[in-house]
């Protein structure tokens, strides 16, 4: 219970919040809180997709891209995003892990903005590099 | 007593329960937590993203019970959520040690394995984890990406000597440029200077997962890329199979990156063959 003289939480403080708001943003279909160790910590994913297969993918995939960017000379990651035909997936990393965000293909920049606000909540609380604008 | 006279109130359980457990603290009667039972709070804690307390609680566990399968996966765990891939594969041997079968360990080790570029021990992991436990979708949605690479033949020679009448002309804010065609083997480079194997097998590697996701969320073939590093940004385009990557300074217009890719995409599809000879 908070007690009213409690300083208000953080917004990144709060996985499901987060996620909660993010995922109301126009064409945005889920979204979902991975740990570097593939653990969700929160999802908001369509039924129909298999939480814990996208989980480790993810994760996988979030991991291989911060391993490397150093190595590869591009500096640390921040976030990628990959369209295919009928979807778009952001991926972002955080000192807690990887948020990622499923949206309609050839989404609008809102999307992004909603995105990059939802990694600077989750720096800010958990701190780690904010994204770029 | 207590809790009796506390009946009395309108909320009398609750504030029974809260009167009989402070009347235990005061009389000393509190016992100290089991093991299982710091380990439970700690997965609690774990997996509400409160990370540093359930270390703590996970370090204290295992002061009390070194051996326990339990604590030592989420050790594991918790070392690989904190980036710290040594203690964390020390904790899933360990497990291993005392059950050779466990699925979190086989898993944690296979993505270890992985992140060292060891795809064939990963896979024998993985293996090893579904023969027991057939339904494990993780290891099973890994096994998927990693198999087919463990399995796929040597690239073919680079293209500087396979395909050298392919010449894009390539902006000058290109960092880097590369062509991949769809069996993966480098179609163009450029600078020619440098060596590009270990940024295209990113590439690749990257695709493979990006489109394995895309797959299981109904996002269809993977069409467009971009890889935001602190530094620089990598954008891509890909249609049937082939990659054309081009890096650019991270601070560079994106919709100025986007449109030289467009066009070197055009020029690379229409001269370049589907695959090396």
């Not at chain 1, 911060?66 to 591009?74: A, D, F, I």
């Not at chain 2, 602190?230 to 049937?240: K, L, P, S």
């Amino acid at each position: 219970m908070t007690s009213p003289a409690s300083p208000p939480a953080r917004p990144g403080r709060d996985f499901r919040e987060l996620l909660r708001e993010l995922t109301r943003t126009e064409q945005v279909r889920g979204g979902l809180i991975v740990a570097t160790d593939g653990l969700v910590i929160a999802a908001g994913l369509p039924p129909s997709i298999q939480v814990e297969s996208v989980s480790a993918l993810a994760a996988t995939l979030g991991r291989e891209l911060e391993l490397r960017s150093p190595v590869l000379k591009r500096g640390a990651f921040l976030m990628a995003a990959f369209e295919g035909e009928s979807g778009l997936m952001l991926l972002g990393t955080t000192r807690i892990g990887f948020l990622v965000v499923l949206a309609e293909p050839g989404a609008r920049p809102g999307v992004r903005t909603a995105f990059r606000q939802a990694l600077s909540a989750l720096a800010s609380a958990w701190g780690g590099r904010p994204p770029k604008r | 007593l207590v809790p009796a006279l506390a009946l009395r109130y309108r909320d009398g359980e609750a504030i029974a329960m809260k009167l009989a457990r402070l009347w235990s603290a005061v009389a000393g009667e509190r016992r100290a937590p089991t093991s299982s039972e710091i380990f439970a709070r700690a997965r609690r804690a774990r997996d509400r993203g409160r990370f540093e307390a359930a270390a703590a609680l996970v370090a204290s566990g295992l002061e009390h019970d070194p051996d326990s399968i339990v604590g030592r996966l989420l050790s594991g765990s918790l070392h690989v959520i904190f980036r710290e891939m040594e203690p964390a594969k020390a904790d899933f041997e360990r497990v291993l040690a005392l059950d050779r079968h466990q699925p979190r360990a086989l898993l944690g080790l296979a993505r270890l394995a992985l992140e060292e570029g060891d795809a064939a021990g990963s896979v024998a992991l993985l293996r090893r984890a579904l023969e027991r436990y057939p339904d494990f979708p993780e290891a099973e949605a890994l096994l998927d990406v990693i198999a087919a690479r463990a399995a796929a033949p040597p690239a073919p020679p680079p293209v500087a000597t396979a395909h050298p009448e392919l010449d894009l002309r390539v902006p000058p804010i290109s960092h880097e440029l590369l062509f991949l065609a769809r069996d993966g083997a480098l179609l163009f480079a450029h600078p020619r200077s440098v060596p590009h194997e270990a940024s295209a097998a990113h590439m690749l590697h990257v695709m493979e997962l990006a489109e394995a996701i895309g797959i299981r969320c109904g996002h269809g073939a993977l069409r467009r890329i971009v890889l935001d590093g602190a530094t620089e940004t990598v954008h891509a385009r890909r249609d049937d199979g082939r990659t054309l990557s081009m890096t650019v300074r991270a601070d560079l217009d994106a919709d100025l990156a986007a449109g030289h890719l467009d066009r070197l995409w055009e020029a690379a599809v229409a001269e370049a063959p589907t695959t090396t000879p």
